[in-house]
């Protein structure tokens, strides 16, 4: 097959980790494009606001000369930043909330500012606007993703993978997350990767280095679902096996005129929001 790039099924960790959520909500979420505008749709949420705020405050600090990341506060940044999504526009409810949620990253940033560990040594930045390669050229389909920082290790001429949370969740057992970057990272740059880590800068001043997948087993798991995505996609069929889910509802009422329009992203996608139900759970106190 003549490789296209136009043609191909592309999938990241996000969109496979919505097609294992509910093929239903991967449909909605990547394939679906509101016939008005002709734009793909996205559900904003607080949680969801202050990780692309802070993940943005952080990651740019990897375009820097070691010696300059810091010599504008990282609260400055993020003030700036936050713009972006304050009030409906980062889906809060009111400015109680986004207050919460805003001293929240603040804190996050301070203790980056404090402990900055790997941040302040070279990092080595993918030469590509959304990193991707042929995960199989003969079935057409391309891996792609962005990392969040790749550190250099100068003495062994490798690669450090780090990834930022900022959620106070552990990921997952059996996440394909790390399977995916390890994937990403050998194939689009040159380095070996020595080691992974996930920093939980809500939680923790340094990563916590994880255990590297096996990379064949990695390739094979995530190209078999990449087919079943791409056989899907081919027979434009998308089933919820619940027949509606957590995953797939929120995105459903988008679709019935239940949401609330509040802008277009930087990946010319629509942003919407929802009303909070009786449902929602109470936020609770950020100590």
Same mark, same amino acid.
């Given at each position: ?24 909500? #991967?449909?909605?979420?990547? *394939?679906? !494009?509101?016939? $008005? %505008? ?11 606001? &202050? ?11 990897? *375009? ?59 990092? *080595? ?26 550190? #250099? ?32 990272? %050998? ?15 809500? &939680? ?11 990379? !064949? ?35 459903? $009422? ?17 942003? #919407? ?15």
């Amino acid at each position: 097959m003549t490789k296209d790039k136009y043609s191909a099924t592309w999938v990241s960790h996000s969109s496979i980790s919505d097609w294992l959520a509910c093929p239903r909500a #991967y449909f909605l979420k990547n *394939v679906y !494009k509101d016939p $008005k %505008t002709g734009h793909k749709i996205s559900l904003m949420s607080p949680p969801l606001a &202050l990780g692309s705020a802070v993940h943005e405050v952080v990651e740019g600090l990897s *375009v820097l000369p070691t010696d300059k990341r810091f010599d504008e506060s990282l609260i400055k940044k993020f003030d700036k930043v936050w713009g972006k999504f304050s009030g409906k526009k980062g889906g809060f409810g009111d400015e109680a909330e986004e207050g919460r949620y805003k001293e929240r990253g603040k804190k996050m940033l301070r203790r980056v500012m404090k402990y900055p560990g790997p941040l302040k040594n070279l990092a *080595v930045k993918i030469q590509m606007d959304l990193p991707n390669y042929w995960l199989s050229e003969e079935d057409n389909i391309i891996l792609c993703g962005k990392i969040d920082w790749l550190e #250099y290790l100068k003495d062994e001429d490798m690669v450090h993978i780090i990834d930022f949370k900022t959620g106070k969740r552990a990921e997952q057992k059996g996440s394909l997350q790390l399977p995916i970057y390890y994937l990403l990272v %050998t194939n689009t740059q040159k380095r070996a990767v020595k080691k992974a880590s996930y920093w939980h800068i809500d &939680l923790a001043d340094e990563p916590m280095e994880q255990k590297l997948p096996d990379i !064949k087993k990695a390739n094979e798991k995530i190209l078999k679902i990449a087919k079943e995505i791409k056989l899907a996609r081919t027979l434009e069929r998308f089933k919820c096996p619940n027949d509606g889910c957590r995953a797939c509802k929120p995105m459903e $009422k988008i679709i019935k005129g239940e949401g609330e329009f509040v802008g277009v992203d930087e990946i010319r996608r629509d942003i #919407y929001i929802l009303p909070r139900t009786k449902e929602d759970k109470p936020e609770g106190k950020i100590l």
